[in-house]
């Protein structure tokens, strides 16, 4: 009897031990899933490749939402991304989202919609470029800034298209430019081109 009881209490210490290593059936729909997204801004190239690193049960993904305007019938699709300069490594979180509004219940394939510009938006993005003192970039929409989104493909998870968006700005209305080193910043625009991206949803 006694001997019964110690293998049932090994048993169950190795059960135990082994739980927490097992992944998450969500953990695992998150591995199985692919999501990227790459563009050229100021003539160096991002991308945003899946990565399979996982944090408890985090998973570095490029996702996409639907939320409802309330006070409208507008629907508001919002795309969600961590890009990086292609080849270099990053030592915080960059911060890039794309928002289309539209009456349409779901996104339609092969058509172009306009992105979203008519709130304060900003992006954190890392930079490549050796003329500029700054590293890293805050970068906002303008008066003049303009984005359109073409969906290429989507099945009502996995969602696909190709984008574009010009006249953003590192200066934001509500506050001066800083300094670098001791020189004043002054205003650059940057323009975003030959964007694609895979996203799934959260």
Do not use: H
Not at 108 to 127: A, H
Not at 168 to 175: E, M
């Amino acid at each position: 009897m006694k001997k019964i009881t110690c293998l049932l209490f090994v048993s169950f210490l190795f059960f135990n031990c082994s739980k927490p290593d097992e992944p998450t059936d969500n953990a695992n729909n998150l591995v199985n899933a692919k999501s990227s997204i790459s563009f050229t801004m100021n003539n160096a190239e991002y991308e945003q490749d899946y990565t399979a690193i996982k944090i408890k049960d985090f998973v570095s993904n490029v996702n996409w939402e639907k939320k409802g305007i309330t006070t409208t019938n507008l629907n508001e699709f919002i795309i969600d991304a961590n890009p990086k300069v292609k080849g270099k490594a990053c030592d915080f979180t960059e911060i890039f989202s794309l928002t289309i509004r539209t009456t349409d219940n779901t996104l339609i394939v092969n058509k172009k919609y306009n992105l979203y510009t008519g709130y304060i938006e900003s992006f954190q993005l890392p930079l490549n470029d050796q003329t500029l003192c700054y590293k890293d970039v805050e970068l906002y929409y303008t008066e003049n800034t303009l984005g359109t989104v073409k969906i290429t493909s989507f099945d009502g998870k996995t969602l696909k298209g190709e984008f574009n968006l010009s006249n953003l700005s590192n200066k934001a209305d509500y506050a001066p430019l800083g300094y670098c080193n001791g020189t004043q910043i002054v205003e650059k625009i940057f323009n975003i081109t030959n964007g694609r991206f895979t996203a799934i949803p959260y």
